[in-house]
Structures are given as structure tokens and as C-alpha cells.
């Protein structure tokens, strides 16, 4: 492989994109045909459908997995999250909440089998890739990993589909740059993913972080992939998941990542994130009406 290229140099060196940055035929922002990404016959990113996955933070048992799992099938979804391998903030667990690793991608494997639900996983290391792999539909690199460059090449190697989300603090050139460490790879199902960037304010103590709509339209400018949005990781705060959803669909994302939990209180980690059931079928009411506002639909 072959990875020269001549005039990289940067003639206005910046954070942002520069036009430099397309003249330099970067292979994430010169692909002229849009790109979408096929996770079945009947689900696919970049398309006028938008796929929404939902589910808790973490794997933490079976029997959550299984009421999340029929409440997505009631709700005509089709595709599931939940983390059997996470990366915490501090290092240190409350007693509830264990990493279920093998275990917790045992569990999704039963929920494929059951349900006939794709699977959205996070990868935190190398390490895990090869478990991972045998049962995930698509490969979640999650922010805190968005520049960890080893990673990215080596999960790009099992071709699978992959979310990229952008980390809170970088720059969409540095996204693109970590994109670009799949691209090389060989592997073009990528999905870039918006989840909230870290500001001076975000208007309420417990709010982490603000989704940065502005990403979704300036994304779509420099390239060809399908770009989603995570509302419930940007604010952290279940009420206003809903708008933000509404927002992240009226811009233009091709996706939706939506934590929910049937007993938000009792999740593991984050509580205050989770929409309970009733709160995520009002929510996919009302995204539903805004995607066709748009002449698009979520699936
Ligand atoms: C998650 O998806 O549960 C997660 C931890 O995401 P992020 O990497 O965006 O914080
Ligand atoms: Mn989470």
C-alpha cells in the first residue's frame, strides 16, 4: 500500500478544513458519489431511511437486553446497542455496574438470534476485536478512542461496518484525518458520528457536552459518508433528547443514536441519560414527523 502522497503540505495550516485539504485528494473528501452503507437488505446508511439504534449503555444482563430488544420490535426498529466493553470516565465501578465482556456479547448473540436485531458494539482495544467481531453488525469506536490510530486500522481490517464519533474536543479536520485511518485500510463502511463537543457552557451542570449541529451541514460539505447523530451522549440529559433528536433529523443526519433504558434510575451507568419507553415512543412519534417533513423516514 502505498501511503505517499506528494503536496500534503498545508499552505494555511489550521484546525478547520482548508480548501488545501481537498486539493490534496484526501480519500474521504474527493469520493464524488455519495456513499452509503449497507447493513442489510433493508438497512442502510446514507439513504433517504433512517436507521435509529437504541438501547441501554452498557450489556448489563439478559433480561434487559430481552424487554429493550422487544420494545425496539414493537416500535418497528431494527437495530440494537449496548456495550459489553466500556470505557469509564474514572476508573473506578459502582457496585452495579461490571463490564459483561464475553458474557454480555453472548447475551447479543441470543438477541440476534431471537429478534432478528442488528447489533451496535463498542471496540475498546485490539484485544477484543476477534470476540467482538462474531457477533456485531457494526463497530462502535467510541469518542475517548477517535484518534487511537492502531485501533482504528485494525478494526477497519475486519471490514466491518464502523461508527466513528468524533471526540468532544477535536476538530472536524482531526475526524477527518481519523477517518481517513479506516479509509486506508480498504474499508469504505464508515459512518461518522456527531455526539456533542465540550463548551465553556452547556447550560446545565450535569450536561457534559452540546451536540454541535453545525458538524452535521459542515461534514456534508467536505464529504460523502453518512453522518449521525448521538443527542443522548452530547446533552446527558434525558429531556432534552427529544429536541435534539428533532434538530439532528431537520440538519441532515443519516442516523440516530438514542440511549434508552426501561428503568433509566436503575441503568448502571449515567442514569440521567436514558429515555424510559414512554419517553423514546414520543420521541420516535415526533422524529418520525419531522423526517417526512423532510421526505425522509425512520426506520
Ligand atoms: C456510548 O455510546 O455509550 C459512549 C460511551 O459513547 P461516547 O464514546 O460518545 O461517549
Ligand atoms: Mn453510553
Not at 485539504?21 to 464524488?32: A, E, R
Not at 442502510?44 to 439478559?62: D, H, K
Not at 433528536?245 to 440516530?256: F, K, R, W, Y
Request: hydrophobic share 40%; with cysteine.
Amino acid at each position: 500500500m502505498k501511503l505517499i502522497k506528494k503536496n500534503l503540505s498545508n499552505k494555511y495550516p489550521s484546525k478547520d478544513i482548508t480548501q488545501d485539504d481537498k486539493k490534496n485528494k484526501l480519500t474521504i473528501s474527493t469520493s464524488t458519489k455519495k456513499i452509503v452503507v449497507k447493513i442489510s437488505k433493508d438497512i442502510v446508511f446514507g439513504s433517504n431511511n433512517i436507521p435509529l439504534i437504541a438501547g441501554p449503555n452498557g450489556v448489563e444482563n439478559e433480561k434487559l437486553m430481552v424487554v429493550v430488544a422487544k420494545n425496539l420490535i414493537k416500535n418497528k426498529l431494527k437495530i440494537i446497542r449496548g456495550h459489553a466493553y466500556k470505557p469509564l470516565t474514572f476508573p473506578y465501578r459502582s457496585n452495579k455496574y461490571k463490564d459483561s465482556k464475553n458474557i454480555g456479547m453472548d447475551i447479543m448473540d441470543k438477541i440476534k438470534r431471537d429478534f432478528g436485531l442488528k447489533v451496535v458494539t463498542e471496540v475498546t482495544e485490539i484485544r477484543y476485536i476477534d470476540r467482538i467481531f462474531k457477533t456485531a453488525d457494526i463497530l462502535q469506536i467510541g469518542s475517548r478512542n477517535m484518534q487511537n490510530l492502531e485501533l482504528l486500522r485494525e478494526v477497519a481490517l475486519t471490514k466491518k461496518p464502523i461508527i466513528l464519533k468524533r471526540h468532544f474536543g477535536s476538530s472536524l479536520r482531526d475526524l477527518l484525518g481519523a477517518a481517513e485511518h479506516i479509509l486506508v485500510e480498504g474499508n469504505n463502511n464508515l459512518i461518522l458520528c456527531e455526539r456533542g463537543v465540550s463548551l465553556p457552557h452547556t447550560h446545565r451542570a450535569t450536561s457534559r457536552f452540546a451536540l454541535d449541529i453545525q458538524a452535521i451541514p459542515a461534514l456534508k460539505e467536505i464529504c460523502n459518508y453518512p453522518i449521525i447523530s448521538d443527542p443522548s451522549h452530547a446533552s446527558f440529559w434525558a429531556p432534552w433528547v427529544p429536541s435534539l433528536t428533532l434538530a439532528s433529523v431537520a440538519a441532515g443526519s443519516d442516523g440516530l443514536i438514542i440511549e434508552m433504558h426501561p428503568n433509566p434510575k436503575k441503568s448502571a451507568v449515567d442514569p440521567l441519560q436514558p429515555l424510559n419507553f414512554k419517553q423514546f415512543s414520543g420521541l420516535l412519534k415526533n422524529t418520525q414527523k419531522v423526517a417526512k417533513a423532510v421526505n425522509r423516514k425512520i426506520i
